[in-house]
């Protein structure tokens, strides 16, 4: 069992840069790949990015390739989520998700946090 909690969230303007946390518990947080997904109001969630267990394997969203940078700390069970040169449409509710398989998909992911929210005004 693992149980996350997603802090960072807040109220930006566009160009500006958050940085997301997810802390995880369970002694078993090194052996799951993370990741990062959003949505929108009215919108399907969508993947935002994805780190293997070692920390040495990430993939990106188009939308967000070069901007996000994800990355995790095993020794303090916590996954983060840097995120640079916001744009309005950015603005989500983002969620830190724990998988085995851990793909681009939210079925893909087991473990869910509650999330946090990330408004970027123009």
């Known amino acids: 069992q693992v149980q996350l909690v997603e802090s960072g969230g807040g109220l930006v303007q566009a160009g500006d840069s958050l940085r997301l946390s997810c802390a995880a518990s369970?002694?078993?947080?090194?052996?799951?790949?993370m990741g990062w997904f959003r949505q929108a109001p009215g919108k399907d969630r969508e993947f935002v990015a994805r780190?293997?267990?070692?920390?040495?394997?990430?993939y990106y969203a188009d939308s967000v390739k070069g901007r996000f940078t994800i990355s995790r700390d095993n020794a303090k069970n916590t996954v983060y989520l840097q995120m640079n040169s916001l744009k309005p449409e950015d603005t989500a509710v983002y969620y830190c998700?724990?998988?085995?398989?851990?793909?681009?998909?939210?079925?893909?992911?087991?473990?869910w946090g509650q999330g946090t929210q990330v408004t970027v005004s123009s």
């Open positions: 998700a724990a998988g085995v398989v851990g793909g681009t998909s939210p079925p893909q992911y087991r473990y």
């Open positions: 780190i293997s267990w070692s920390g040495i394997s990430t």
């Open positions: 369970g002694r078993t947080f090194s052996s799951y790949v």
